[in-house]
């Protein structure tokens, strides 16, 4: 019998952040596929949109008006799934129905006034904007004593769930500290309190050693396939230096971040040459109050594209139920990623 | 200010067959919807598809013939996850890159001949068939040494990612015990410890003492849509009985498992008049040769629709960076499912 190669023979592979698995089939790619074929992102879109409720002077959903706004805007979501004024309260049945009341802070931040751009479209001084904005929002909203987490995050195409096309994000600011965030400063506590170092740190060096899973990095940042990727082309963007969160980068960080995020979204757009659908966003220190120097700053992006511009991976039965599985490996992803051009197909 | 009320207010529930929670936002039902909407699935095919790869005596993407089958017909997945044959294995640097290799065997189920059914067409009696076959696959896979899991699931409809709408489901069957299943062993294994029973057993005589989330019952089953549910109609059944898995279910049981499930996915169908998608799945005890005194067999329907036939809720970013989240209540849900006719609206 050949020798156990994890390019060639089913594996599983640990999520260091969750301490969950994920299982890889590197030979299953080349499977038929006679399912759901997704519509093509429309490419062209106008600069201004009479009817998108997120462009400049025009009225939202709620009835309220956009001012005529030049660089960023940011204003509490018309439909926010949290809310400020929640009652407190408990419910508890024989400990086996468990309810508890979460307030927050629903967020909507628009990127651009530009109704055509996104991220890998515009200049790394607007993108620069946008990280100001998200320092100030983690500061003003985590500053706040009924707010224990601030989740920034962007959903991006049709495809990821976006209600409308026009370039935004979206900060949840609530009153718990979400599940994700708590296996992760879990599993990054249990090995600061072992090793002394953050448990991205030491991940990071080995990848910078091992090259074959890093995509693109500056002098602060390094983006990377990570070895536990669930999405075929999942990214985690690390900093080099070890931050817990982004209120504690210096001007010349945020710069890089700016710069990366650019340079990143870029490669994603050439991948298929459309406007790669994804989900991403960061995860950073709870502000509970509490002392986290375990935790290191980071960006996740979840992108949903297997195969091609219209075929995606499914999370579905198997994943839901058991384990989540991808079928190339994080390796071969990371190369395809590496291969392609800094500039963007349409510029 | 108000009390804090379930069926008003933001709130977390805790699932606890994991021990993770859900975000619910019972006012957010009313938000506007300008993204994607889906295609409807086609309500009309033939009888035989001379395309397709599952009717009987065409030819299968591997080459393979199918027989000329007059019932279920069970064969292995051509383009399998899992492989039996996979080198035993490890990969270890530095306990941040690990991985370890999986074998296994995936095969797939057609539930009839006609390439025109599903579930909720099809009469008990040949549910009852798609039953037996359950049985027979967990007790054979799950007597070989080298399977310690055996996932029994179906993706229903292009939505969820099905390659193929001829009626089938599917077993992976592999050497470990997958992530989900053992987040609910460490629950019902905590529970059962302390005391003597199993955790849905007492779960489920609260259910039918409340009644407001129970969907549909029998003699043997019962669903309900749970108090944690995270995706809008989501199901879970329960055998009243305390059994680990399905190979200890009587005759009488089976019978009963095929009613209910015909039974639940009609009121599916008709919720919007469409055959209705959904990932669906058993969850037993695992095959590794562990007792399991706690394990209380139950399946889970996941389907992804919201608002109607074309609009799916999407699990993307704050769902993926921090808690699953819903719109409308579980009760609410339930309330709507149990307003069905159970007479199919095609039928
Ligand atoms: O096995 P199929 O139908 O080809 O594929 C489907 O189910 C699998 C198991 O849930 C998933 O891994 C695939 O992403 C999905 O498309
Ligand atoms: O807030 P939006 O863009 O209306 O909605 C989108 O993002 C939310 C946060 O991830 C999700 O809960 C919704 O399902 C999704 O459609």
Redesign the pocket.
Same mark, same amino acid.
């Given at each position: 019998q050949p020798a156990f190669d994890l390019h060639e023979h089913s594996h599983t592979r640990l999520n260091i952040l969750t301490g969950e698995r994920v299982l890889v089939s590197p030979h &299953?790619s080349k &499977?038929p596929?006679q399912?759901k074929v997704e519509d093509l992102p429309k490419d062209e879109r106008p600069v201004y949109d009479p009817k998108c409720y997120l462009c400049p002077g025009n009225e939202r959903a709620g009835g309220v008006k956009n001012p005529d706004y030049k660089q960023t805007f940011v204003f509490t979501n018309d439909f926010a799934a949290l809310q400020a004024d929640t009652p407190v309260g408990e419910f508890n049945k024989n400990n086996l129905l468990q309810a508890k009341s979460e307030s927050g802070i629903c967020k909507v931040i628009c990127f651009s006034p530009r109704h055509d751009l996104t991220l890998p479209l515009m200049d790394v001084a607007t993108i620069r904007q946008v990280v100001d904005v998200w320092v100030e929002q983690y500061k003003e909203l985590g500053s706040r004593p009924d707010i224990h987490y601030v989740q920034i995050f962007e959903n991006k195409g049709e495809m990821m769930g976006a209600s409308n096309p026009h370039p935004h994000g979206q900060i949840w600011a609530q009153s718990s500290v979400p599940v994700e965030v708590n296996k992760e400063t879990r599993q990054q506590k249990q090995y600061y309190e072992a090793n002394g170092k953050s448990l991205l740190s030491d991940y990071l060096a080995i990848e910078l050693e091992e090259k074959s899973r890093i995509v693109v990095e500056n002098e602060h940042f390094v983006a990377l396939v990570p070895f536990w990727a669930v999405w075929p082309f999942e990214t985690l963007l690390i900093s080099r230096r070890h931050i817990g969160n982004i209120t504690e980068m210096n001007d010349s960080e945020k710069n890089a971040l700016a710069n990366i995020l650019k340079r990143l979204t870029t490669r994603y757009d050439n991948l298929f040459t459309i406007s790669f659908p994804y989900s991403a966003g960061m995860h950073q220190t709870p502000t509970d109050g509490g002392l986290y120097p375990e935790w290191h700053w980071h960006m996740h992006f979840y992108p949903p594209l297997?195969r091609s511009a219209t075929v995606k991976?499914?999370?579905?039965?198997?994943?839901?139920l058991g384990n989540p599985?991808r079928?190339i490996t994080p390796e071969s992803a990371a190369d395809r990623l590496r291969g392609l051009s800094e500039g963007h197909y349409k510029l």
């Amino acid at each position: 019998q050949p020798a156990f190669d994890l390019h060639e023979h089913s594996h599983t592979r640990l999520n260091i952040l969750t301490g969950e698995r994920v299982l890889v089939s590197p030979h &299953r790619s080349k &499977r038929p596929w006679q399912g759901k074929v997704e519509d093509l992102p429309k490419d062209e879109r106008p600069v201004y949109d009479p009817k998108c409720y997120l462009c400049p002077g025009n009225e939202r959903a709620g009835g309220v008006k956009n001012p005529d706004y030049k660089q960023t805007f940011v204003f509490t979501n018309d439909f926010a799934a949290l809310q400020a004024d929640t009652p407190v309260g408990e419910f508890n049945k024989n400990n086996l129905l468990q309810a508890k009341s979460e307030s927050g802070i629903c967020k909507v931040i628009c990127f651009s006034p530009r109704h055509d751009l996104t991220l890998p479209l515009m200049d790394v001084a607007t993108i620069r904007q946008v990280v100001d904005v998200w320092v100030e929002q983690y500061k003003e909203l985590g500053s706040r004593p009924d707010i224990h987490y601030v989740q920034i995050f962007e959903n991006k195409g049709e495809m990821m769930g976006a209600s409308n096309p026009h370039p935004h994000g979206q900060i949840w600011a609530q009153s718990s500290v979400p599940v994700e965030v708590n296996k992760e400063t879990r599993q990054q506590k249990q090995y600061y309190e072992a090793n002394g170092k953050s448990l991205l740190s030491d991940y990071l060096a080995i990848e910078l050693e091992e090259k074959s899973r890093i995509v693109v990095e500056n002098e602060h940042f390094v983006a990377l396939v990570p070895f536990w990727a669930v999405w075929p082309f999942e990214t985690l963007l690390i900093s080099r230096r070890h931050i817990g969160n982004i209120t504690e980068m210096n001007d010349s960080e945020k710069n890089a971040l700016a710069n990366i995020l650019k340079r990143l979204t870029t490669r994603y757009d050439n991948l298929f040459t459309i406007s790669f659908p994804y989900s991403a966003g960061m995860h950073q220190t709870p502000t509970d109050g509490g002392l986290y120097p375990e935790w290191h700053w980071h960006m996740h992006f979840y992108p949903p594209l297997l195969r091609s511009a219209t075929v995606k991976k499914f999370m579905v039965g198997y994943e839901m139920l058991g384990n989540p599985q991808r079928d190339i490996t994080p390796e071969s992803a990371a190369d395809r990623l590496r291969g392609l051009s800094e500039g963007h197909y349409k510029l």
